[in-house]
C-alpha cells in the first residue's frame, strides 16, 4: 500500500499483508494497531528521520499500536524512523530489519 494522501485509522486494527509506504501521505494511527501480516518479505516506510538537532525528532507516521505477525524468511524491514507506543512481535522466529545509521547511536530504542 502507498499512501500520498491522509488516512485517519480507526480505534480498530488494519492489517498489511503487503508493503507499507506511508512516507508522502499523512497516516493518524486513531489508537488502533497496524498488524504486518504478510507471508513474504514486507518494507515498511514512514518518512520519518532523525534530526539531531530536534530532541522531539522528526519522527512521521507513528503508530499507536504496532505488531509483526510475519514469520516468512524476508521478514520486516523497516526503512526508516518511527515511533509507538506498543510493538508486539507476535510471529516465532520473526525476522526484522532495522535501519542503521552511522552517525547516530540511538536510532531505535526498544524497551
Not at 41 to 48: A, E, K, N
Not at 70 to 84: M, Q, R
Request: aromatic share 12%; net charge negative; charged share 10%.
Amino acid at each position: 500500500m502507498t499512501l500520498s494522501g491522509t488516512l485517519i485509522a480507526p480505534a480498530a486494527e488494519i492489517g498489511v499483508a503487503g508493503d507499507w509506504n506511508i512516507g508522502a501521505g499523512t497516516f493518524t494511527h486513531g489508537n488502533g494497531k497496524v498488524t504486518l501480516n504478510g507471508t513474504a518479505g514486507q518494507t515498511i516506510t514512514t518518512g520519518g528521520s532523525w534530526d539531531e538537532a530536534n530532541t522531539n525528532n522528526n519522527w512521521k507516521n507513528n503508530y499507536y499500536t504496532l505488531a509483526v505477525s510475519n514469520s516468512s524468511p524476508g521478514g520486516v524491514t523497516f526503512a526508516d524512523g518511527w515511533e509507538t507506543t506498543n510493538f508486539v512481535c507476535t510471529a516465532a522466529g520473526a525476522t526484522m530489519y532495522f535501519r542503521y545509521q552511522e552517525i547516530v547511536t540511538n536510532v531505535f530504542e526498544i524497551t
